[in-house]
């Protein structure tokens, strides 16, 4: 299983990017998908995640701004960011509870920069 991460970039502070995450691979299903980030000298944080069924759960300091979604038919989740500003500025990273033929796992993509100006 893989997951490829695509979308980062550099922003100004009030505007947009739209990040992707497709997964691959021997996939049985998918349970839950999620965002983190991580700034530098700072510990992974969880930005957005949601389940199979849509259920959605944000960190305070983007609810509001970020919108999590995902498209089952494509096994891909996406982080719409809106109103970014530069505390946002981080390496991103997509994750998900994966169930294949060896069992059921977590597994991270590669990670993309998002750096938004002031």
């Known amino acids: 299983v893989q997951l490829q991460a695509s979308g980062g970039g550099l922003v100004q502070a009030g505007g947009s990017l739209r990040l992707s995450c497709a997964a691959s691979g021997s996939i049985f299903s998918i349970n839950a998908m999620g965002w983190y980030r991580q700034a530098p000298g700072k510990q992974r944080e969880l930005v957005a995640a949601?389940?199979?069924?849509?259920?959605?759960n944000y960190s305070d300091s983007v609810k509001g701004r970020f919108t999590i979604s995902r498209d089952n038919t494509e096994n891909t989740v996406y982080l719409q960011m809106n109103s970014l500003k530069p505390e946002d500025t981080a390496v991103y990273y997509c994750?998900?509870?994966?169930?294949?033929?060896?069992?059921?796992?977590?597994?991270w993509g590669q990670g993309t920069q998002v750096t938004v100006s002031s």
């Open positions: 994750n998900a509870t994966v169930s294949s033929w060896i069992g059921e796992y977590d597994y």
């Open positions: 949601i389940t199979s069924g849509g259920s959605t």
